[in-house]
Protein backbone atom coordinates (compact mmCIF):
# COMPACT_ATOMS: atom_id res chain seq x y z
CA UNK A 1 0.00 0.00 0.00
CA UNK A 2 0.84 3.73 -0.78
CA UNK A 3 0.38 6.71 0.83
CA UNK A 4 -0.67 9.51 -1.26
CA UNK A 5 2.69 11.19 -0.24
CA UNK A 6 4.58 8.38 -2.52
CA UNK A 7 6.63 6.95 0.59
CA UNK A 8 5.62 3.75 0.38
CA UNK A 9 4.56 1.72 3.33
CA UNK A 10 5.29 -2.36 3.03
CA UNK A 11 3.24 -4.72 4.76
CA UNK A 12 6.09 -4.79 7.58
CA UNK A 13 5.53 -1.28 8.49
CA UNK A 14 1.85 -1.31 8.29
CA UNK A 15 2.02 -4.45 11.01
CA UNK A 16 3.98 -2.23 13.24
CA UNK A 17 1.48 0.90 13.19
CA UNK A 18 -1.53 -2.24 13.94
CA UNK A 19 0.17 -3.24 16.66
CA UNK A 20 1.46 0.22 17.95
CA UNK A 21 -2.67 0.68 17.73
CA UNK A 22 -3.42 -2.47 19.80
CA UNK A 23 -0.67 -1.38 22.68
CA UNK A 24 -1.94 2.15 22.95
CA UNK A 25 -5.51 0.51 23.33
CA UNK A 26 -4.43 -1.79 26.23
CA UNK A 27 -2.39 0.93 27.62
CA UNK A 28 -4.99 3.13 28.43
CA UNK A 29 -8.83 2.46 29.16
CA UNK A 30 -10.35 5.76 29.50
CA UNK A 31 -11.97 6.45 26.09
CA UNK A 32 -11.47 9.92 24.94
CA UNK A 33 -7.26 9.65 26.10
CA UNK A 34 -7.25 6.03 24.27
CA UNK A 35 -9.14 7.47 20.92
CA UNK A 36 -7.32 10.48 20.84
CA UNK A 37 -3.77 8.95 21.18
CA UNK A 38 -4.69 6.24 18.30
CA UNK A 39 -5.74 9.41 15.96
CA UNK A 40 -2.75 11.31 16.94
CA UNK A 41 -0.71 7.92 15.72
CA UNK A 42 -2.66 7.79 12.41
CA UNK A 43 -1.88 10.74 11.80
CA UNK A 44 1.73 10.40 12.37
CA UNK A 45 2.08 7.53 10.68
CA UNK A 46 -0.08 7.77 7.65
CA UNK A 47 0.94 11.54 7.39
CA UNK A 48 -3.01 12.09 7.11
CA UNK A 49 -4.43 15.74 6.88
CA UNK A 50 -7.76 15.09 9.14
CA UNK A 51 -8.33 12.15 11.06
CA UNK A 52 -11.31 11.92 13.82
CA UNK A 53 -12.74 9.41 15.67
CA UNK A 54 -16.67 9.65 16.62
CA UNK A 55 -18.82 7.89 18.66
CA UNK A 56 -22.15 6.63 17.97
CA UNK A 57 -25.23 6.96 20.15
CA UNK A 58 -28.14 5.28 18.97
CA UNK A 59 -30.64 5.75 21.55
CA UNK A 60 -30.24 9.81 20.90
CA UNK A 61 -29.70 8.98 17.01
CA UNK A 62 -26.79 11.40 17.48
CA UNK A 63 -22.86 10.97 16.52
CA UNK A 64 -20.64 12.39 18.90
CA UNK A 65 -16.77 13.36 18.13
CA UNK A 66 -14.39 11.72 20.88
CA UNK A 67 -11.06 12.68 19.23
CA UNK A 68 -9.54 14.95 16.87
CA UNK A 69 -6.21 15.17 15.34
CA UNK A 70 -5.03 17.86 12.77
CA UNK A 71 -3.04 21.45 12.12
CA UNK A 72 -5.75 22.36 10.23
CA UNK A 73 -8.26 24.93 10.75
CA UNK A 74 -12.00 23.02 11.38
CA UNK A 75 -15.19 23.48 12.11
CA UNK A 76 -14.90 20.19 14.43
CA UNK A 77 -14.26 19.79 18.01
CA UNK A 78 -14.05 17.02 20.21
CA UNK A 79 -17.72 17.06 21.80
CA UNK A 80 -19.26 17.73 18.36
CA UNK A 81 -22.71 16.17 17.75
CA UNK A 82 -24.82 16.12 14.35
CA UNK A 83 -27.80 13.67 13.64
CA UNK A 84 -27.21 10.16 12.45
CA UNK A 85 -27.96 10.28 8.31
CA UNK A 86 -26.61 13.78 8.06
CA UNK A 87 -23.12 14.45 6.25
CA UNK A 88 -20.72 11.93 4.81
CA UNK A 89 -20.28 10.80 8.56
CA UNK A 90 -23.57 10.54 9.33
CA UNK A 91 -24.51 8.11 6.29
CA UNK A 92 -22.11 6.13 7.11
CA UNK A 93 -22.64 5.95 10.79
CA UNK A 94 -26.57 5.37 9.94
CA UNK A 95 -26.24 2.57 6.62
CA UNK A 96 -22.90 0.95 8.38
CA UNK A 97 -20.97 1.02 5.27
CA UNK A 98 -18.25 3.03 3.99
CA UNK A 99 -18.46 6.36 2.59
CA UNK A 100 -15.45 7.33 -0.11
CA UNK A 101 -16.22 11.09 -1.81
CA UNK A 102 -12.87 11.82 -3.64
CA UNK A 103 -14.61 14.92 -5.03
CA UNK A 104 -16.82 16.83 -2.51
CA UNK A 105 -18.15 18.54 -5.66
CA UNK A 106 -19.48 16.38 -7.14
CA UNK A 107 -21.56 15.00 -3.80
CA UNK A 108 -24.15 16.76 -2.36
CA UNK A 109 -24.23 15.95 1.49
CA UNK A 110 -20.66 16.66 1.56
CA UNK A 111 -20.75 19.11 4.46
CA UNK A 112 -17.46 21.58 4.26
CA UNK A 113 -16.59 21.84 8.11
CA UNK A 114 -12.58 21.80 7.13
CA UNK A 115 -12.26 24.87 5.10
CA UNK A 116 -10.42 23.94 1.50
CA UNK A 117 -12.16 19.80 2.16
CA UNK A 118 -12.28 18.04 -1.19
CA UNK A 119 -12.02 14.94 0.10
CA UNK A 120 -13.65 12.43 2.62
CA UNK A 121 -12.94 8.87 3.52
CA UNK A 122 -15.45 7.69 6.72
CA UNK A 123 -15.51 3.65 7.70
CA UNK A 124 -17.64 2.49 10.31
CA UNK A 125 -16.30 1.27 13.31
CA UNK A 126 -18.02 -2.37 14.02
CA UNK A 127 -18.56 -4.38 16.99
CA UNK A 128 -20.67 -7.45 17.15
CA UNK A 129 -22.39 -5.94 13.79
CA UNK A 130 -23.26 -3.39 15.46
CA UNK A 131 -21.92 0.24 14.83
CA UNK A 132 -19.95 1.50 17.70
CA UNK A 133 -17.92 4.61 15.91
CA UNK A 134 -16.87 5.88 12.77
CA UNK A 135 -13.34 6.35 11.52
CA UNK A 136 -13.04 9.87 9.30
CA UNK A 137 -10.67 11.16 7.19
CA UNK A 138 -10.89 14.36 5.47
CA UNK A 139 -8.23 16.06 2.73
CA UNK A 140 -7.56 19.59 0.73
CA UNK A 141 -6.75 17.23 -2.03
CA UNK A 142 -9.26 15.84 -4.61
CA UNK A 143 -9.03 11.41 -4.52
CA UNK A 144 -6.23 11.81 -1.33
CA UNK A 145 -7.87 8.66 -0.20
CA UNK A 146 -9.07 6.43 -3.02
CA UNK A 147 -6.44 3.72 -2.27
CA UNK A 148 -7.00 3.73 1.30
CA UNK A 149 -10.55 2.11 1.90
CA UNK A 150 -8.79 -0.95 2.81
CA UNK A 151 -6.03 0.26 5.42
CA UNK A 152 -8.63 2.14 7.01
CA UNK A 153 -10.81 -0.75 7.17
CA UNK A 154 -8.39 -3.26 8.51
CA UNK A 155 -7.09 -0.47 11.07
CA UNK A 156 -11.40 0.26 12.50
CA UNK A 157 -11.43 -3.56 12.61
CA UNK A 158 -8.45 -4.01 14.79
CA UNK A 159 -9.43 -0.81 17.46
CA UNK A 160 -12.97 -1.71 17.45
CA UNK A 161 -12.60 -4.32 19.79
CA UNK A 162 -10.40 -2.07 22.24
CA UNK A 163 -12.81 0.50 21.63
CA UNK A 164 -15.78 -0.85 22.75
CA UNK A 165 -14.16 -2.38 26.13
CA UNK A 166 -12.81 1.00 26.69
CA UNK A 167 -16.17 2.18 26.66
CA UNK A 168 -17.68 -0.57 29.03
CA UNK A 169 -15.10 -0.13 31.93
CA UNK A 170 -15.65 3.78 31.57
CA UNK A 171 -19.57 2.58 31.54
CA UNK A 172 -18.63 0.36 34.70
CA UNK A 173 -16.75 3.12 36.71
CA UNK A 174 -19.61 5.80 35.61
CA UNK A 175 -22.46 3.31 37.38
CA UNK A 176 -20.33 3.39 40.37
CA UNK A 177 -20.10 6.18 40.43
CA UNK A 178 -23.76 7.17 39.91
CA UNK A 179 -24.58 4.09 42.58
CA UNK A 180 -22.25 6.40 44.69
CA UNK A 181 -23.68 9.38 44.34
CA UNK A 182 -26.89 7.94 44.12
CA UNK A 183 -26.42 6.26 48.27
CA UNK A 184 -24.86 9.21 49.47
CA UNK A 185 -27.85 11.38 48.36
CA UNK A 186 -30.50 9.08 50.30
CA UNK A 187 -28.11 9.00 53.18
CA UNK A 188 -28.17 12.60 53.61
CA UNK A 189 -32.38 13.24 52.47
CA UNK A 190 -33.26 10.60 54.61
CA UNK A 191 -31.44 12.38 57.73
CA UNK A 192 -33.95 15.15 57.22
CA UNK A 193 -36.22 16.07 60.07
CA UNK A 194 -39.33 17.05 57.48
CA UNK A 195 -40.62 17.39 53.72
CA UNK A 196 -39.01 20.38 53.18
CA UNK A 197 -35.53 19.90 54.32
CA UNK A 198 -35.86 16.23 52.58
CA UNK A 199 -36.69 17.70 49.58
CA UNK A 200 -34.10 20.65 49.58
CA UNK A 201 -31.31 18.30 50.02
CA UNK A 202 -32.57 16.06 47.38
CA UNK A 203 -32.21 19.21 45.03
CA UNK A 204 -29.24 20.65 46.19
CA UNK A 205 -27.72 16.86 45.36
CA UNK A 206 -29.14 17.23 41.97
CA UNK A 207 -28.03 20.05 41.05
CA UNK A 208 -24.51 20.30 41.89
CA UNK A 209 -24.31 17.03 39.95
CA UNK A 210 -26.14 17.85 37.01
CA UNK A 211 -25.67 21.39 36.90
CA UNK A 212 -29.26 21.24 36.37
CA UNK A 213 -30.73 25.10 35.21
CA UNK A 214 -34.35 24.43 37.09
CA UNK A 215 -34.71 21.65 39.61
CA UNK A 216 -38.27 21.12 40.96
CA UNK A 217 -40.14 18.67 43.07
CA UNK A 218 -44.26 18.97 42.56
CA UNK A 219 -46.89 16.26 44.67
CA UNK A 220 -50.39 16.26 44.81
CA UNK A 221 -52.41 19.03 45.48
CA UNK A 222 -55.11 19.27 47.59
CA UNK A 223 -56.71 21.27 44.62
CA UNK A 224 -57.81 18.59 42.31
CA UNK A 225 -56.17 17.27 39.53
CA UNK A 226 -53.17 19.63 40.21
CA UNK A 227 -49.16 19.65 41.55
CA UNK A 228 -48.13 21.62 44.21
CA UNK A 229 -44.59 23.34 43.91
CA UNK A 230 -43.14 21.77 47.05
CA UNK A 231 -39.48 22.65 46.54
CA UNK A 232 -37.48 24.27 43.84
CA UNK A 233 -33.98 25.28 42.70
CA UNK A 234 -32.90 27.37 39.53
CA UNK A 235 -33.11 30.89 38.24
CA UNK A 236 -36.95 31.03 37.43
CA UNK A 237 -37.96 31.23 41.42
CA UNK A 238 -40.48 34.18 40.26
CA UNK A 239 -42.15 31.68 38.27
CA UNK A 240 -41.54 28.25 39.74
CA UNK A 241 -42.59 29.51 43.37
CA UNK A 242 -43.36 27.12 46.48
CA UNK A 243 -46.58 26.73 46.46
CA UNK A 244 -47.32 26.85 42.71
CA UNK A 245 -50.63 25.11 41.77
CA UNK A 246 -49.73 23.26 38.16
CA UNK A 247 -52.66 21.55 36.51
CA UNK A 248 -52.11 17.99 35.55
CA UNK A 249 -53.29 18.41 31.79
CA UNK A 250 -50.51 21.12 31.47
CA UNK A 251 -46.27 20.44 30.20
CA UNK A 252 -44.42 17.58 30.36
CA UNK A 253 -44.59 17.88 34.24
CA UNK A 254 -48.13 16.88 33.61
CA UNK A 255 -47.99 14.17 30.25
CA UNK A 256 -45.37 12.46 33.43
CA UNK A 257 -47.93 12.34 35.95
CA UNK A 258 -50.88 11.77 33.88
CA UNK A 259 -48.83 8.64 32.26
CA UNK A 260 -46.62 7.56 34.91
CA UNK A 261 -43.89 7.26 32.92
CA UNK A 262 -40.63 8.72 32.67
CA UNK A 263 -40.40 12.17 30.12
CA UNK A 264 -37.19 12.78 28.59
CA UNK A 265 -36.87 15.81 25.95
CA UNK A 266 -33.02 16.18 24.60
CA UNK A 267 -34.23 19.23 22.44
CA UNK A 268 -37.30 20.55 24.33
CA UNK A 269 -37.78 23.15 21.30
CA UNK A 270 -39.14 19.86 19.47
CA UNK A 271 -41.87 18.72 21.73
CA UNK A 272 -44.82 21.07 21.26
CA UNK A 273 -46.10 20.69 24.96
CA UNK A 274 -42.95 21.81 27.01
CA UNK A 275 -44.00 24.93 28.40
CA UNK A 276 -40.92 27.59 28.53
CA UNK A 277 -39.73 28.38 32.07
CA UNK A 278 -35.83 28.94 31.48
CA UNK A 279 -35.05 30.67 27.97
CA UNK A 280 -31.85 28.82 28.23
CA UNK A 281 -32.90 25.06 28.71
CA UNK A 282 -32.30 23.18 26.28
CA UNK A 283 -33.05 19.22 27.60
CA UNK A 284 -35.39 18.05 30.18
CA UNK A 285 -36.51 15.19 31.99
CA UNK A 286 -39.27 14.43 34.28
CA UNK A 287 -39.38 11.32 36.45
CA UNK A 288 -42.65 10.30 38.23
CA UNK A 289 -42.51 9.79 42.53
CA UNK A 290 -44.18 6.49 43.22
CA UNK A 291 -45.43 4.83 46.43
CA UNK A 292 -46.88 1.23 45.86
CA UNK A 293 -46.92 1.52 42.17
CA UNK A 294 -49.58 4.96 43.04
CA UNK A 295 -47.93 8.15 41.14
CA UNK A 296 -48.32 11.27 43.17
CA UNK A 297 -45.51 13.85 42.38
CA UNK A 298 -42.79 14.28 40.34
CA UNK A 299 -39.15 15.23 40.11
CA UNK A 300 -38.62 17.60 36.93
CA UNK A 301 -34.76 18.62 35.66
CA UNK A 302 -34.01 20.99 33.18
CA UNK A 303 -30.35 21.43 31.86
CA UNK A 304 -28.57 24.23 29.24
CA UNK A 305 -26.90 21.02 28.20
CA UNK A 306 -28.59 18.29 25.13
CA UNK A 307 -26.37 15.54 26.65
CA UNK A 308 -26.79 16.13 30.24
CA UNK A 309 -29.75 13.42 30.65
CA UNK A 310 -28.08 10.18 29.31
CA UNK A 311 -29.24 6.93 29.34
CA UNK A 312 -27.34 5.86 32.65
CA UNK A 313 -27.75 9.29 34.54
CA UNK A 314 -31.87 8.79 33.91
CA UNK A 315 -31.88 5.21 35.26
CA UNK A 316 -30.29 6.35 38.01
CA UNK A 317 -32.66 9.21 38.66
CA UNK A 318 -35.52 6.32 38.06
CA UNK A 319 -33.65 4.65 40.63
CA UNK A 320 -33.58 7.31 43.06
CA UNK A 321 -36.94 8.56 42.67
CA UNK A 322 -38.35 4.96 43.72
CA UNK A 323 -36.04 4.89 46.97
CA UNK A 324 -37.24 8.33 48.19
CA UNK A 325 -41.00 7.85 47.04
CA UNK A 326 -41.81 6.05 50.21
CA UNK A 327 -40.18 8.67 52.51
CA UNK A 328 -41.46 11.36 50.85
CA UNK A 329 -45.00 10.13 50.74
CA UNK A 330 -44.70 9.59 54.48
CA UNK A 331 -43.49 12.99 55.62
CA UNK A 332 -45.75 14.70 52.82
CA UNK A 333 -48.45 12.68 55.17
CA UNK A 334 -47.63 13.59 58.23
CA UNK A 335 -47.08 17.09 56.91
CA UNK A 336 -50.83 16.87 55.86
CA UNK A 337 -51.86 15.22 58.60
CA UNK A 338 -49.86 17.81 61.01
CA UNK A 339 -51.94 20.72 59.27
CA UNK A 340 -55.14 19.33 59.43
CA UNK A 341 -54.39 18.52 63.10
CA UNK A 342 -53.50 22.23 63.90
CA UNK A 343 -56.68 22.98 61.95
CA UNK A 344 -59.08 20.94 64.44
CA UNK A 345 -57.52 22.75 67.80
CA UNK A 346 -57.95 26.20 66.01
CA UNK A 347 -61.50 24.87 65.09
CA UNK A 348 -61.93 23.53 68.40
CA UNK A 349 -61.01 26.70 70.12
CA UNK A 350 -63.38 28.48 68.69
CA UNK A 351 -66.17 26.60 68.79
CA UNK A 352 -65.07 26.72 72.69
CA UNK A 353 -65.02 30.43 72.42
CA UNK A 354 -68.36 30.51 70.22
CA UNK A 355 -70.04 28.13 73.32
CA UNK A 356 -69.09 30.40 76.10
CA UNK A 357 -70.23 33.31 73.94
CA UNK A 358 -73.48 31.64 73.56
CA UNK A 359 -73.48 30.69 76.77
CA UNK A 360 -73.42 34.42 78.03
CA UNK A 361 -75.26 35.27 75.95
CA UNK A 362 -78.10 32.47 76.60
CA UNK A 363 -77.72 33.40 80.68
CA UNK A 364 -77.73 37.07 79.79
CA UNK A 365 -81.31 36.58 78.14
CA UNK A 366 -82.66 34.04 80.61
CA UNK A 367 -81.38 36.29 83.02
CA UNK A 368 -83.48 39.34 81.33
CA UNK A 369 -86.54 37.08 81.11
CA UNK A 370 -85.81 36.25 84.65
CA UNK A 371 -85.58 32.18 84.11
CA UNK A 372 -82.76 29.48 84.91
CA UNK A 373 -81.82 28.27 81.50
CA UNK A 374 -81.74 24.56 81.84
CA UNK A 375 -84.80 24.15 84.49
CA UNK A 376 -86.81 27.08 83.64
CA UNK A 377 -87.21 27.79 87.23
CA UNK A 378 -87.21 31.34 88.17
CA UNK A 379 -83.51 33.16 87.64
CA UNK A 380 -81.84 35.32 90.59
CA UNK A 381 -83.00 38.23 89.40
CA UNK A 382 -86.45 37.61 89.27
CA UNK A 383 -86.43 35.22 92.53
CA UNK A 384 -84.85 37.80 94.63
CA UNK A 385 -87.42 40.14 93.53
CA UNK A 386 -90.40 37.42 94.40
CA UNK A 387 -88.48 36.34 97.10
CA UNK A 388 -88.55 40.11 98.59
CA UNK A 389 -92.14 40.14 97.65
CA UNK A 390 -93.31 37.16 99.54
CA UNK A 391 -91.39 38.44 102.33
CA UNK A 392 -93.37 40.96 103.02
CA UNK A 393 -96.04 39.45 102.67
CA UNK A 394 -95.23 36.77 104.99
CA UNK A 395 -94.50 39.65 107.79
CA UNK A 396 -97.63 41.20 106.65
CA UNK A 397 -99.71 38.35 107.45
CA UNK A 398 -97.94 37.54 111.00
CA UNK A 399 -96.25 34.09 109.44
CA UNK A 400 -93.02 32.76 109.41
CA UNK A 401 -90.90 32.18 106.28
CA UNK A 402 -89.16 28.90 106.00
CA UNK A 403 -86.27 27.58 103.49
CA UNK A 404 -85.54 24.23 102.31
CA UNK A 405 -83.17 22.22 100.46
CA UNK A 406 -84.76 19.59 98.16
CA UNK A 407 -82.23 17.30 96.90
CA UNK A 408 -82.50 14.38 94.30
CA UNK A 409 -79.67 11.15 94.81
CA UNK A 410 -76.42 11.93 92.62
CA UNK A 411 -77.49 9.47 89.96
CA UNK A 412 -80.97 11.00 89.23
CA UNK A 413 -80.90 13.53 86.09
CA UNK A 414 -82.45 16.70 87.76
CA UNK A 415 -84.86 17.28 84.56
CA UNK A 416 -86.93 14.21 84.94
CA UNK A 417 -88.37 14.47 87.78
CA UNK A 418 -88.88 18.04 87.74
CA UNK A 419 -92.34 18.80 86.58
CA UNK A 420 -93.50 16.33 89.55
CA UNK A 421 -92.01 18.43 91.82
CA UNK A 422 -93.65 21.58 89.94
CA UNK A 423 -97.12 20.24 90.19
CA UNK A 424 -96.58 19.68 94.19
CA UNK A 425 -94.82 23.01 94.59
CA UNK A 426 -98.06 25.28 92.53
CA UNK A 427 -100.10 22.91 94.57
CA UNK A 428 -98.99 24.35 98.02
CA UNK A 429 -97.93 27.69 96.92
CA UNK A 430 -94.29 27.20 96.84
CA UNK A 431 -91.44 28.92 95.65
CA UNK A 432 -88.54 26.70 93.73
CA UNK A 433 -85.05 28.00 92.43
CA UNK A 434 -82.11 26.42 91.40
CA UNK A 435 -79.60 25.83 93.98
CA UNK A 436 -77.06 23.59 92.16
CA UNK A 437 -76.45 20.60 90.00
CA UNK A 438 -79.01 18.23 92.01
CA UNK A 439 -80.97 20.56 94.33
CA UNK A 440 -83.43 23.25 94.35
CA UNK A 441 -84.33 25.75 97.12
CA UNK A 442 -87.93 26.24 98.31
CA UNK A 443 -89.62 28.88 100.35
CA UNK A 444 -93.02 28.29 101.92
CA UNK A 445 -94.65 30.53 104.38
CA UNK A 446 -96.89 29.25 107.75
CA UNK A 447 -96.73 29.44 111.27
CA UNK A 448 -94.40 28.84 113.62
CA UNK A 449 -96.29 26.10 115.05
CA UNK A 450 -97.18 24.80 111.70
CA UNK A 451 -93.29 24.55 111.07
CA UNK A 452 -91.53 23.30 114.27
CA UNK A 453 -94.64 20.28 114.21
CA UNK A 454 -94.10 19.60 110.48
CA UNK A 455 -97.60 20.53 109.19
CA UNK A 456 -97.11 21.22 105.64
CA UNK A 457 -96.70 20.19 102.33
CA UNK A 458 -93.26 18.28 102.78
CA UNK A 459 -95.21 15.18 103.94
CA UNK A 460 -96.75 15.21 100.24
CA UNK A 461 -93.00 15.56 98.16
CA UNK A 462 -93.07 13.29 95.62
CA UNK A 463 -90.47 10.55 94.75
CA UNK A 464 -87.54 10.44 94.45
CA UNK A 465 -87.35 14.06 96.54
CA UNK A 466 -85.79 14.52 99.89
CA UNK A 467 -86.16 17.66 102.03
CA UNK A 468 -82.88 17.81 103.13
CA UNK A 469 -83.39 20.58 105.74
CA UNK A 470 -85.45 23.57 106.56
CA UNK A 471 -84.19 26.74 108.03
CA UNK A 472 -86.24 29.74 109.29
CA UNK A 473 -85.95 33.01 107.82
CA UNK A 474 -84.58 35.90 111.01
CA UNK A 475 -87.76 37.77 111.29
CA UNK A 476 -86.21 41.23 110.65
CA UNK A 477 -85.87 43.47 107.57
CA UNK A 478 -82.50 41.13 105.99
CA UNK A 479 -82.72 41.80 102.31
CA UNK A 480 -83.14 38.33 99.90
CA UNK A 481 -79.19 38.34 99.08
CA UNK A 482 -78.29 37.70 102.80
CA UNK A 483 -80.79 35.09 103.60
CA UNK A 484 -79.64 33.21 100.60
CA UNK A 485 -76.15 33.23 101.53
CA UNK A 486 -77.30 32.36 104.64
CA UNK A 487 -79.00 28.92 103.61
CA UNK A 488 -75.55 28.50 101.49
CA UNK A 489 -73.65 28.46 104.93
CA UNK A 490 -76.48 26.83 106.39
CA UNK A 491 -76.20 23.88 103.70
CA UNK A 492 -72.46 23.58 103.35
CA UNK A 493 -71.42 21.45 105.97
CA UNK A 494 -74.44 19.38 106.12
CA UNK A 495 -74.82 18.08 102.51
CA UNK A 496 -74.02 14.84 103.46
CA UNK A 497 -75.87 14.42 106.49
CA UNK A 498 -79.21 13.83 107.27
CA UNK A 499 -80.18 15.82 110.46
CA UNK A 500 -84.15 15.93 111.84
CA UNK A 501 -86.25 18.87 110.36
CA UNK A 502 -87.53 19.81 113.88
CA UNK A 503 -84.07 19.94 115.58
CA UNK A 504 -82.89 22.38 112.64
CA UNK A 505 -85.98 24.41 113.07
CA UNK A 506 -85.54 24.40 116.58
CA UNK A 507 -81.56 25.71 116.52
CA UNK A 508 -82.60 28.24 113.32
CA UNK A 509 -85.70 29.96 115.36
CA UNK A 510 -85.11 33.25 116.12
CA UNK A 511 -81.21 33.49 114.78
CA UNK A 512 -79.49 34.76 112.07
CA UNK A 513 -76.99 32.26 112.41
CA UNK A 514 -76.21 28.90 110.48
CA UNK A 515 -76.47 25.84 112.18
CA UNK A 516 -74.29 23.94 113.21
CA UNK A 517 -73.54 20.29 112.94
CA UNK A 518 -73.50 17.57 115.23
Known sequence: ?????????????????????????????????????????????????????????????????????????????????????????????????????SDARDDPDFVHTLPGGQSELAVPIRHREQVVGVLNLESRRV??????????????????????????????????????????????????????????????????????????????????????????????????????QWPVASGIVGRCFRLGEMQHLQDVRRDPEYSVVNPRVQSEVAVPIRFRERVFGVLNLESEDPEAFDALNRAMLRMLADQLGGAIHLMALNRRLSAQGEWIQQQDQRLASTRESLKRAVGKLHRRRGTDPETGLPGSEALLRKFDARRRRARSRKLVQGLGLLSLSPEA????????????????????????????????????????????????????WRLRFLILAPNDDARAESLLAHLDAAAHPLRSQRIPLGDLVQQRRGRGRPPKPR
Open 1 to 101: MRRRTGRSLDRQDLHVVLAEIARMALDDLEPRAMQQRITDALARHFEWEFVALVRVDHESQRFVCEALSTALPTDIYVGYSRPLGSGVVGRAAASGRPVLI
Open 143 to 244: GAFDDQLELLSLVAEQIAGAIHAARQHAELQRRNELLEFAAQLTRDALSAGDLSALLERVLRHLERHFGTAEATVLLESELKDHLEVMAHHGASPHITRLGK
Open 413 to 464: ELNRHLEALETWAAKHGQLLLRWNAQQLMVMTEATQAELIEQRWAASELPEP
